[in-house]
């Protein structure tokens, strides 16, 4: 049997595991645990770590050609989904998709990070530090796309919306 065909361990994609191996559990421990030995002083040091990475990842991304360079948002957004799964988010509902405005949103109650988050201790920011990382990606992918979170679950909304949006050009 090649690695292709080797099962999953368990029967199941880590994705559909429990939420305490989820990656971005990891990263709210993380943040927690910085959180807690340094202050809010730490949170924009945390911040930066993730756009940072999410940089890197983006070039990453466009050397395999996962996206496309200066992409749509709704080229973006469709593509997060793919991302979406691999966090253990898979229901979610498109919004808007045109060129210039992609949004999409996850029921709060399919949310899988309620129970990490609270046992954890994670600062309230968590969620908008993790998002970070995918606005480093845009700024390597496609800098000309803000993302935007008006609702998030780990703030207590009954739903999290992402918002990708195309600002005008500079030129």
């Not at 305490?20 to 910085?34: C, E, I, R, Y």
């Not at 911040?47 to 999410?54: C, I, N, P, R, Y």
């Not at 998709?97 to 609270?118: K, L």
Request: glycine share 8%.
């Amino acid at each position: 049997m090649t690695m292709e065909e080797k099962a999953p361990l368990g029967g199941m994609p880590i994705a559909r595991a429990p939420e305490w191996t989820n990656p971005l559990v990891g990263m709210f421990a993380l943040m927690a645990a910085t959180y807690k030995a340094y202050g809010p002083e730490s949170l924009p040091i945390l911040s930066e770590g993730m756009k940072h990475l999410g940089r890197r990842t983006g070039e990453d991304m466009l050397a395999h050609e996962l996206v496309p360079k200066d992409c749509t948002p709704t080229e973006w957004g469709r593509f997060t989904h793919q991302l979406m799964d691999l966090t253990g988010m898979y229901v979610y509902k498109e919004i808007i998709a045109t060129d210039t405005v992609y949004e999409f949103t996850v029921p709060a109650e399919v949310w899988p990070y309620h129970r990490p988050v609270e046992y954890l201790g994670a600062p309230e920011q968590s969620c908008d530090i993790s998002a970070d990382w995918d606005r480093g990606c845009l700024e390597t992918v496609s800098p000309r796309i803000v993302m935007t979170q008006p609702e998030c679950a780990g703030r207590g909304d009954a739903v999290c919306r992402w918002r990708y949006e195309l600002v005008p050009s500079n030129d």
